[in-house]
């Protein structure tokens, strides 16, 4: 996976090292000597992830990864720490200051490629969704005053997977201070639990007895309610095979046996909050998709939806034989509504409209907002006769019962007029069908409106 990795250090003959290994694993690869320097180099080339001595001279590493906490250039990106010095303290003093992981020199190769992998994996898919955000921002479809990083959330749900009755009780006791804790010794039960159970974070041992941990992860991630699920797992020390099959299996963070409460704390709180931030994004993600092809005032879809839509639609028709209708309506003189009664009657009339359309239709008919007061229904395997009962019943629907509004009288007439053709495989496209469409339209408005004509 190519990324830019930036190394940090003091100890030229390390950095040079460090450098010369991950380039040879095709990492671009920039190097600072201290902390300014580092930080500096991260706004003028900003990495994918750093690698960050602790005992940077100058400005140490701490300082340094606090610094780019605080910073929004630098918020998301990856910082694993290298240090002579992995006491409890030292590891949980790192973690705390922002670090993803922190490792202990003289380094592992295979650890120390296997945590890059991970942890720029998971940076370049969370890139993405950010990148999202900022376009739907410039194009006015998000609301520029939400945050960029949510403030931590409290609480969060775990699910706890250890066979090991003892280590298992101990942890979900610590854990409950903060989480709802889900503890299950069965693995197979446990595959059912997570995927009914909504959980911010699966905590699984590796030491388990009666299960393959490792295998239960993989599970995890081939599933689609566990995919985006982070997952710590829990492993012995001296085990640095299991811990690089682990990351990439797909696991998001790992803790060393007997396991260190502090430490656990953090990094179950870092995985949470990333999670949430996660879930946040996609939730605006999912939400752009929704305006990008909603109209906001009716909640019905909007023009360019219906285009591509009424391609596949056509497309399908024509494989299949079946054929495709397609109804358009206008309102009859809606200009003297928003003349008479103003633009927020308008609207009014407007949803209630939609409304009336979404009420008549079935669920796989496409209704659509097509601009001012025109709308149309797409009907998928319906012929022309089919099409123009389900017009009528549009119209009668419409012009048999007032719209209530707020005016004076507290409701007004309304009525509309409805073009409709079908295609039948052959001879023509999407614009040529809505063009057919919209010269019956024009002959029923030209008949004294009310009233529907198909072609």
Not at 48 to 74: F, H
Not at 144 to 170: F, M, Q, S, Y
Not at 331 to 344: L, R
């Amino acid at each position: 996976m190519p990324a830019r990795v930036l190394i940090v250090d003091g100890d030229q003959a390390a950095l040079a090292a460090l450098k010369a290994r991950l380039s040879a694993e095709y990492f671009e690869v920039s190097t600072a000597s201290d902390g300014v320097q580092a930080l500096e180099r991260m706004k003028s080339d900003p990495p994918d992830i750093v690698l960050l001595d602790v005992m940077s001279p100058g400005t140490d590493g701490y300082e340094v990864c606090a610094r780019m906490r605080n910073d929004p250039d630098s918020l998301h990106v990856p910082v694993v720490m290298l240090s002579d010095e992995t006491g409890p303290e030292d590891l949980v003093r790192g973690l705390q200051a922002g670090a993803d992981d922190y490792l202990e020199k003289p380094l592992e190769d295979a650890v120390v490629l296997a945590c890059i992998r991970s942890l720029v994996r998971s940076k370049l898919m969370m890139d993405e969704f950010r990148r999202r955000e900022r376009t739907s921002r410039r194009l006015g479809v998000m609301d520029t005053g939400k945050n960029a990083v949510d403030p931590d959330v409290p609480g969060g749900r775990i699910l706890l997977i250890d066979d090991a009755e003892g280590d298992a009780g101990e942890i979900s006791l610590a854990l409950a201070s903060a989480y709802q804790v889900t503890a299950e010794r069965d693995p197979d039960r446990a595959m059912a639990v997570a995927r009914d159970g909504g959980f911010d974070l699966i905590i699984v041992s590796l030491m388990m007895e009666r299960s393959d941990g490792l295998r239960l992860c993989s599970h995890f991630r081939a599933v689609s309610e566990t995919r985006q699920t982070p997952i710590l797992v829990m492993i012995e020390t001296g085990s640095p095979n299991m811990l690089v099959r682990a990351l990439d299996i797909g696991v998001d963070a790992y803790l060393k046996k007997p396991v260190n409460t502090e430490e656990m704390m953090v990094r179950v709180r870092t995985q949470i909050r990333r999670k949430m931030y996660q879930d946040r994004l996609r939730a605006n993600y999912e939400a752009d998709l929704a305006l990008a092809v909603t109209d906001c005032l009716t909640g019905l879809h909007n023009r360019r939806y219906m285009v591509g839509h009424l391609d596949t639609l056509m497309e399908r028709g024509r494989e299949s034989g079946r054929p495709v209708a397609l109804l358009i309506m206008d309102i009859d003189h809606f200009k003297d509504v928003n003349d008479s009664y103003g633009h927020a009657v308008g609207d009014e009339v407007l949803r209630e409209f939609a409304e009336r359309i979404k009420r008549n239709v079935r669920g796989i008919d496409l209704a659509v907002r097509y601009g001012g007061e025109e709308f149309v229904v797409v009907l998928p395997e319906t012929d022309l006769e089919a099409a123009r009962v389900v017009a009528e019943r549009l119209r009668r629907n419409v012009s048999e019962k007032p719209f209530e509004v707020s005016t004076e009288e507290g409701r007004i007439t309304v009525t509309v007029s409805i073009g409709g053709t079908v295609y039948r495989g052959t001879g023509i496209d999407a614009d040529g069908l809505l063009r057919r469409a919209d010269e019956a339209l024009y002959a029923a408005k030209n008949r004294g409106r009310n009233r529907v004509v198909t072609v």
